[in-house]
Nanobody, 124 residues
Framework: QVQLVESGGGLVQAGGSLRLSCAAS????????MGWFRQALGKEREFVAA????????YYADSVKGRFTISRDNAKNTVYLQMNSLKSEDTDVYYC?????????????????WGQGTQVTVSS
């Protein structure tokens, strides 16, 4: 069983930055797609970013492209989401996610494991 624990959320002013971390336990992450989703109350969970091929490939939602960067440290079994130029519309609960088995990332990626989420609030 994989455990994912997010941290780093908080309150930040618009234009500011935050870095989220997701520490995985239960297995090594190097062979798996790792990613971030976000969800606002009453809305569907939406894709934010994903990292595959050990970290050599990255994918982003159009809404965050150029502002957010996903990275991973396989030795620390941790994935990160650096969020810059934050906007009020980035306010959400952010979830880390991964798969039950190694597979190729696709735009229809539907993870199997989820963290508990970390709140990000951007004040305007």
């Amino acid at each position: 069983q994989v455990q994912l624990v997010e941290s780093g959320g908080g309150l930040v002013q618009a234009g500011g930055s935050l870095r989220l971390s997701c520490a995985a336990s239960g297995r090594a992450i190097s062979s798996y797609v790792m990613g971030w989703f976000r969800q606002a109350l009453g809305k569907e969970r939406e894709f934010v970013a994903a990292s595959s091929d050990g970290g050599s490939s990255s994918y982003y939602a159009d809404s965050v492209k150029g502002r957010f960067t996903i990275s991973r440290d396989n030795a620390k079994n941790t994935v990160y989401l650096q969020m810059n130029s934050l906007k009020s519309e980035d306010t959400d609960v952010y979830y880390c996610a991964t798969d039950i088995r190694p597979r190729t990332y696709s735009s229809r990626w539907s993870p199997d494991y989820w963290g508990q989420g970390t709140q990000v609030t951007v004040s305007s």
